[in-house]
């Protein structure tokens, strides 16, 4: 096994080691073990933080959002209820494409004089068919597996509009990590709707909980309220209530 194995599985045992720990138990120096630390970042195995590294769960298999559709179908159901309390008559909301929010989607026909930005197909038709608020899409590159638009030309279209709320989901929620994605193209996308709404509300499964990917969409701090089916693990809710985020289950 090489040192670098052996360093990756330190890291992945233990999900997060500072620099200091994995020289006393491989007995190397700083300088060599942040050289390695670099390679296995590099190579998306781990993301490094202050002082150590944070082994990062990585799914080379994005799940399609015909099948993340009918997972956990009485959670989302349940989270979308509460969601829907925080939303006023006459708002304008980013809804992004994950399946969670599409369960919120289908609940709007209790609102009235919505106007809605998403990026999702899915929720796009839901959103004509099923309730009376104005809709617009993005523009951008169709991402077939996820029935949703991103690229640079989606974000440039989000830049030139405003929300009150901004309803998102991700693949998991970490008191370390915030919330994290597979894919690159629908963080990026995520992140713009997060820069242009006042408010960030997070709705996440408990399935998520204390999960990390690849992909960074947003720090703790970037979320107002976060939403789920289950109390938060202490390490998650100590991390969110530092942040002052508003948790409701």
Do not use: W
């Amino acid at each position: 096994m090489t040192r670098e194995d052996k360093l990756l599985n330190i890291i992945k045992e233990k999900n997060f080691v500072t620099v200091n720990k994995l020289c006393k138990l491989l007995f190397i120096s700083q300088a060599t073990i942040r050289r390695d630390l670099t390679k296995l970042e590099q190579q998306g195995l781990i993301r490094r933080t202050h002082g150590g590294a944070i082994y990062v769960q990585k799914s080379s298999i994005e799940t399609p959002i015909t099948l993340k559709n009918k997972e956990n179908i009485e959670q989302k159901r349940y989270i979308a209820d509460l969601a829907l309390a925080f939303i006023e008559d006459g708002q304008t909301l980013f809804i992004e494409a994950s399946s969670s929010c599409l369960y919120l989607a289908k609940r709007l026909n209790e609102k009235k004089g919505l106007t809605i930005l998403t990026n999702g197909i899915t929720t796009a038709n839901i959103l004509v068919e099923e309730t009376n608020a104005e809709v617009y899409c993005t523009g951008g590159r169709l991402l077939p597996k996820h029935l949703s638009i991103c690229g640079l030309q989606s974000c440039d279209f989000i830049s030139h509009y405003h929300a009150d709320l901004f309803f998102a989901s991700c693949r998991g929620l970490d008191p370390d990590m915030g919330a994290t994605d597979v894919s690159e193209a629908d963080s990026m996308v995520k992140k713009q709707f997060c820069r242009n709404a006042e408010k960030t509300i997070l709705l996440v499964d408990s399935s998520k909980f204390n999960k990390k990917f690849f992909n960074q969409t947003f720090t703790l701090e970037d979320i107002d309220i976060a939403i789920s089916d289950q109390p938060f693990p202490n390490s998650l809710k100590n991390a969110l209530e530092k942040e002052n985020v508003e948790i409701h289950y």
